[in-house]
């Protein structure tokens, strides 16, 4: 049997505790055999040694994400149980270092993953990056957050936003009003990540002033874009022939961010993705860069990054039972083969 004393300092103790110790309360249910008793900043742990020395783990790395994240969640203190740690791969919210921009009203936004930051560096050495990953994961919204910055810093004189019209399982024609009110839907990630950065009456003017332009992949051709910051958002929805459109109109003082989720392409049967293929055909030119996030790295409600490895591990099923099918096809083909050979 051992008892250890562990002094809580440094941190806010309803962040640490939960409401109604809510968050302690998981860590006494994680292990019944160990008695935890707290009282303001000091907790006991009794029980047997290497049950002790357990429950102190879990408890000092908790107050350690607290530290550097100012929050944990109790799915955080789940994951944390269970082994893991739900912040390993999560930049300390309290370094400067890592604001790209402030916000409205003075907030700073920050790479919040490692793999955002590694996006942010790649973006300053290549002119032209590709921000490769699931939903969630902050490609959109770093990469506005970076044309912001360089539009504040007068790097760039204007911001060029774009996306695919492709319907999601859904009939753009169906939809009422006229070609503006359809095409806005499709857009207004990029509105709300830009309402996070500006004040609605600068916002205004530049969209006014078409310093910052919003509009659909199909109104880029024929153009040239130039002393712009331009970001191709959702480009998995773009064939070959529009990519090559796209990266086609970048002038001599432009810079360009192009995002893409792999897994969530929305064209139709008879067309194909052109970002998995210009990624391979670009990615050894100087000038272009590549940034891959994952599940890892996503930043929304606790529960998408389980979504997204359910959604993964489905597909994964789904193609092993196509490969299954596929060599029982052809085992069948040449079983008749040969039956008609002998015959």
Known sequence: ?????????????????????????????????????????????????????????????????IKEHEKISKQD?????NGGNPFVNRISQKSNGNVIVHGRDGRPIKARTQ??????????DNDILFAIGPAGTGKTYTAVALAVRALKNKIVKKIILTRPAVEAGESLGFLPGDLKEKIDPYLRPLYDALDDMLPSEKLKFFMENRVIEIAPLAYMRGRTLDNAFIILDEAQNSTMTQLKMFLTRIGPSAKCIITGDLTQIDLPRNQKSGLYRSLHMLKDIPGIGAAFLTTDDVVRHRLVKSIIKAYDRMSEEDQKAKEALDKQRALRRDEEAKKETKD
């Open 77 to 81: 203190v789940k994951e944390i149980i």
């Open 1 to 65: 049997m051992s008892e250890i004393t562990l002094n809580i300092e440094g941190i806010d103790l309803l962040t640490f505790y939960g409401e109604k110790d809510s968050k302690l309360n998981l860590i006494r249910k994680a292990f019944p055999d160990v008695k935890i008793t707290s009282r303001g900043n000091t907790i006991k742990i009794s029980g047997e040694t290497k049950d002790t020395q357990r429950v102190r783990e879990k408890l000092e790395l908790m107050t350690k994400v």
């Open 115 to 124: 793999n955002q930051k590694n996006l942010v560096d790649l973006a300053e």
